[in-house]
């Protein structure tokens, strides 16, 4: 079992900035694709950024190029979201999320417990 726990949400002013931090308990953690998710009130879960398990590839959703980016530093077993030039709209509860696919028909996915961002003046 792996426990993931997301640190560094808070209530930030729009044009603020953020670093989310995702800490995995597994010492597997250089096996697993790491992602941010996030939910507002009354909307579906998206997928924000996702970096694969060496760090060399990284994915974004639309709404945040330019503005956020995922790392990783698997010798501490971390994935980061900064955020930056933050909206009311990145207003969410954000998820850490890993997955390692060990092979076509076999993945293990685990999730955090959440930390909420809010922007708001």
């Known amino acids: 079992q792996v426990q993931l726990v997301e640190s560094g949400g808070g209530l930030v002013q729009p044009g603020g900035s953020l670093r989310l931090s995702c800490e995995a308990s597994?010492?597997?953690?250089?096996?697993?694709?790491m992602t941010w998710y996030r939910r507002a009130p009354g909307k579906e879960r998206e997928l924000v950024a996702t970096?694969?398990?060496?760090?060399?590839?990284?994915n974004y959703a639309d709404s945040v190029k330019g503005r956020f980016t995922i790392s990783r530093d698997n010798a501490k077993k971390m994935a980061y979201l900064q955020m930056t030039t933050l909206k009311p709209a990145d207003t969410a509860m954000y998820y850490c999320n890993a997955k390692w696919e060990i092979n076509s028909s076999t993945s293990l996915v685990y999730w955090g417990q959440g930390t909420q961002v809010t922007v708001s003046s």
């Open positions: 970096i694969s398990s060496t760090g060399e590839n990284t």
């Open positions: 597994t010492i597997s953690f250089s096996y697993y694709a």
